[in-house]
């Protein structure tokens, strides 16, 4: 279980823990990918957790109001996956220090593996 944090702040020990867990891992280690076939139910799902009105990501409507042709997953749903990722590889030493830079190349659509 994650415990919450307070913005800025950061468990104790963790920039230590996945410092020591980074020295264990070898040049070209490879994460096993978690691997998610998308559909407009699993992004509605995650969206409506937030309580927000309709939006680019759940509402055809909106989405197309907005210039795009359908419904786009948030950028949050892919980082989430990511975290799954890295959660499975590397454990605690993930929440308590772990640190990510992301881009995001393009939108994630129902019907798209990501």
């Known amino acids: 279980m994650i415990p919450l944090l307070a913005p800025g702040e ?5 920039d230590e823990e996945m410092a020591a ?19 407009q139910a699993m992004i509605n799902d995650f969206e409506h957790v937030f309580e927000r009105p309709l939006n ?8 197309k109001r907005e210039g795009l042709k359908q419904p ?14 890295m959660q499975n590889a590397f454990g605690d030493g993930w929440d308590r220090g772990g640190k ?14 990501v």
């Open 10 to 14: 950061r468990l104790e020990g963790g």
């Open 72 to 85: 786009i997953a948030s950028g949050m749903m892919s980082t989430a996956f990511m975290h799954e990722v």
């Open 100 to 113: 990510v830079s992301l881009r995001f190349i393009r939108p994630v659509l129902d019907g798209d593996t």
């Open 21 to 39: 867990i980074g020295k264990d891992v070898e040049i070209g280690f490879e994460v096993t990918p978690a691997v998610k076939h998308m559909t």
């Open 56 to 63: 680019i990501h759940d509402s055809e409507e909106v989405a």
